[in-house]
């Protein structure tokens, strides 16, 4: 169930090194921040949300504006992660289809989150609801480049993925947004393999790891 994939996404981050995920995570953010820069502004008074944040998320690099971030887990991400409290956003404890905040955003992220959630249509009708005119929606998503895997992976995830209960290929992204200007697509991949194999050690305590890269 939904329930028991977030229990156990949360003894997942629990095992991590986190003085290390943070910094390999602010690295990541960092890259990410300064590919986006031609076409996102942010500033003192840009109002930020990130949707599916966890507890390491893309806030955490984002040094001015008004942030606010939202996830599932987010109580029990601040009971056991004391960063959290010290850094700048507001964060609040809610599913992505859930989300009813008083306010709307300049800017919206969505890092890796859209394939874990339980509906992603309404959570895209969230994001709209929730981005000022002429707004911005910045999304990372893991996509099929295949309709081979695509179609393997959406008929088998329960059984060999269940924690991704959706897969998408970058054209069913760009469905979810109609009417939506989509000012670039790119492969984010290089931003972090380069350090795969000291994250996987230093992150996630696994040695040895022979490590490739698989595109599907």
């Known amino acids: 169930t939904w329930q028991k994939i977030q229990d156990e996404e949360l003894q997942y981050h629990l095992?991590?090194?986190s003085k290390q995920h943070l910094e390999f995570k602010l690295?990541?953010?960092n890259n990410i921040l300064r590919e986006i820069q031609p076409y996102v502004?942010?500033?003192s008074e840009t109002h930020i949300l990130e949707v599916g944040c966890g507890c390491c998320g893309m806030l955490m690099a984002i040094k001015k504006g008004v942030l606010v971030g939202v996830d599932p887990l987010m109580n029990q991400y601040l009971e056991n992660f004391s960063y959290l409290a010290d850094a700048g956003p507001k964060w609040i404890n809610f599913a992505a289809e859930q989300l009813d905040l008083p306010e709307s955003f300049n800017i919206i992220f969505c890092i890796?989150?859209?394939d874990h959630v339980?509906?992603?249509e309404k959570v895209v009708k969230k994001l709209d609801q929730h981005l000022m005119p002429g707004g911005h929606i910045v999304m990372a998503l893991n996509c099929h480049n295949t309709d081979f895997f695509y179609s393997y992976y959406h008929a088998y995830h329960r059984r060999i993925d269940?924690?991704?209960p959706h897969h998408f290929r970058p054209a069913d992204v760009v469905a979810l947004f109609p009417g939506y200007r989509v000012r670039k697509i790119a492969d984010i991949d290089h931003l972090f393999i380069s350090r795969e194999r000291d994250y996987q050690s230093k992150?996630?305590?696994r040695s040895g790891i022979n490590w490739k890269k698989a595109i599907a």
């Open 203 to 205: 992150v996630l305590g």
């Open 41 to 43: 502004s942010i500033e």
């Open 15 to 17: 095992r991590k090194n």
């Open 112 to 114: 890796n989150a859209l």
């Open 27 to 29: 690295e990541y953010w």
């Open 118 to 120: 339980l509906d992603p």
């Open 162 to 164: 269940p924690y991704h």
